[in-house]
């Protein structure tokens, strides 16, 4: 799969490399997905002329991923074959067919005394889990469960991993069969997910994730069932969050106004601030309470589209298109969905139930 990465100037950023262009030479490019013999995960830096080549690839589902060198600027990125989702510094979404060379997947960079705009931050999920051995067979069939029939095998990656995903809790093999057995029972996907979603368990990690997600910390046994128990009777996370960004613990990791207010827009919109955003911040944390200036930012449209991309990123382990981000930024902002929905459905998609299937063995 050959690529080929790009410096850009100011004046010709268009995500298409140009003579005049100086390429930038060792900047770390990441390949990692799923091809059909397993997990990849590779790195090389650019050549001299800028170029990176991953060799002998076999065929799978791939993303591409540039460390932002120093000293430049994020510039236009431009997606070639076999083309995927373009995000920041990332294509996925790879889908590479056998015998397929992929090229001009170009990372564009900015060189010069244009001002830094915002930096992303970077953002991760994985799928973990694995299906629990039934029989003697499927425990000398390496690397691929062959012993177990596709549907069976389906179900059963189905539900370890929306269990892994909502719980945290790897299922054994009577309780993937039993879940299995519900399946078959007539209980639906959305059902299954739904069940999940309201049980302890599932509570316990929300609670967990929204205190590590903020305070950077585990939730105390106290104030993890209390927010359990909040969560039970509908609360809602985004109101969790509203009060934990503006707890006193929260504001004394950050004592200062512009460590504050940074911190506020890197652990709300994923984005360091540039210096007028950051004074734009600062004078709203002086006008209202913390609180309003915290529910701004996270019911903002940036603010949304950064959480329904964390929803994307924990359900099926990829980043929300801009059309995606769109089409859920508007019934959540009227009142008519939420985040928790939106994840509901996701795990109960046929995108999450392929993923687990050609993940979870």
């Given at each position: 799969?050959?690529?080929?990465?790009?410096s850009?100037?100011?004046?010709?950023?268009?995500?298409?490399r140009?003579?005049?262009?100086?390429?930038?030479?060792g900047?770390?490019?990441?390949?990692?997905?799923?091809?059909?013999?397993g997990?990849?995960?590779?790195?090389?830096?650019?050549?001299?002329?800028?170029?990176?080549?991953?060799?002998?690839?076999?065929?799978?589902?791939?993303?591409?991923?540039?460390?932002?060198?120093?000293?430049?600027?994020?510039?236009?990125?431009?997606?070639?074959?076999?083309?995927?989702?373009s995000?920041?510094?990332?294509?996925?979404?790879?889908?590479?067919?056998?015998?397929?060379?992929?090229?001009?997947?170009?990372?564009?960079?900015?060189?010069?005394?244009?001002?830094?705009?915002?930096?992303?931050?970077?953002?991760?999920?994985?799928?973990?889990?694995?299906?629990?051995?039934?029989?003697?067979?499927?425990?000398?069939?390496?690397?691929?469960?062959?012993?177990?029939?596709?549907?069976?095998?389906?179900?059963?990656?189905f539900v370890?991993?929306?269990?892994?995903?909502?719980?945290?809790?790897?299922?054994?093999?009577?309780?993937?069969?039993?879940?299995?057995?519900?399946?078959?029972?007539?209980?639906?996907?959305?059902?299954?997910?739904?069940?999940?979603?309201?049980?302890?368990?599932?509570?316990?990690?929300?609670?967990?994730?929204?205190?590590?997600?903020?305070?950077?910390?585990?939730p105390?046994?106290?104030?993890?069932?209390?927010?359990?128990?909040?969560?039970?009777t509908?609360?809602?996370?985004?109101?969790?969050?509203?009060?934990?960004?503006?707890?006193?613990?929260?504001?004394?990791q950050?004592?200062?106004?512009?460590?504050?207010?940074?911190?506020?827009?890197?652990?709300?919109?994923?984005?360091?601030?540039?210096?007028?955003?950051?004074?734009?911040?600062?004078?709203?944390?002086?006008?209202?309470q913390?609180?309003?200036?915290?529910?701004g930012?996270?019911?903002?449209?940036?603010?949304?589209?950064n959480?329904?991309?964390?929803?994307?990123?924990?359900?099926v382990?990829?980043?929300?298109?801009?059309?995606?981000?769109?089409?859920?930024?508007?019934?959540?902002?009227?009142?008519?969905?939420?985040?928790?929905?939106?994840?509901?459905?996701?795990?109960?998609?046929?995108?999450?139930?392929?993923?687990?299937?050609?993940?979870?063995?």
């Amino acid at each position: 799969m050959p690529t080929t990465t790009a410096s850009a100037t100011p004046a010709r950023n268009d995500g298409v490399r140009d003579a005049s262009e100086a390429p930038i030479p060792g900047t770390t490019v990441t390949l990692t997905g799923f091809s059909d013999k397993g997990p990849v995960n590779l790195s090389m830096l650019t050549n001299a002329a800028g170029e990176y080549k991953f060799s002998d690839l076999r065929p799978g589902t791939y993303a591409l991923n540039e460390t932002q060198p120093a000293g430049y600027a994020d510039g236009k990125d431009a997606i070639g074959t076999p083309g995927g989702t373009s995000g920041n510094d990332v294509f996925s979404a790879i889908q590479l067919p056998a015998g397929f060379d992929g090229v001009n997947n170009d990372f564009g960079e900015i060189k010069g005394d244009t001002p830094q705009p915002p930096t992303p931050l970077p953002k991760t999920a994985n799928l973990m889990g694995e299906l629990p051995i039934i029989s003697k067979v499927q425990l000398t069939a390496i690397p691929e469960p062959v012993a177990i029939n596709a549907q069976l095998r389906g179900e059963m990656a189905f539900v370890v991993g929306s269990t892994i995903t909502l719980t945290g809790q790897q299922l054994n093999a009577a309780q993937t069969l039993n879940a299995v057995d519900q399946l078959n029972g007539g209980v639906t996907p959305t059902a299954f997910v739904n069940q999940l979603w309201v049980s302890d368990a599932h509570r316990v990690l929300q609670a967990n994730v929204l205190f590590n997600e903020v305070l950077n910390r585990a939730p105390t046994a106290a104030e993890q069932a209390t927010t359990a128990v909040s969560l039970s009777t509908g609360t809602s996370p985004l109101s969790i969050k509203e009060d934990l960004f503006s707890s006193a613990e929260y504001q004394a990791q950050h004592p200062t106004t512009d460590g504050l207010a940074t911190a506020l827009s890197e652990d709300i919109l994923s984005t360091t601030p540039g210096t007028q955003s950051l004074q734009a911040l600062v004078q709203s944390m002086g006008n209202q309470q913390l609180k309003d200036v915290v529910h701004g930012l996270l019911t903002s449209d940036a603010g949304l589209a950064n959480q329904i991309d964390d929803v994307y990123l924990a359900t099926v382990r990829r980043s929300a298109t801009a059309a995606e981000i769109q089409t859920w930024t508007t019934p959540i902002k009227a009142g008519t969905t939420t985040l928790d929905d939106l994840a509901q459905r996701l795990l109960a998609s046929q995108e999450f139930y392929q993923l687990a299937f050609n993940t979870i063995h």
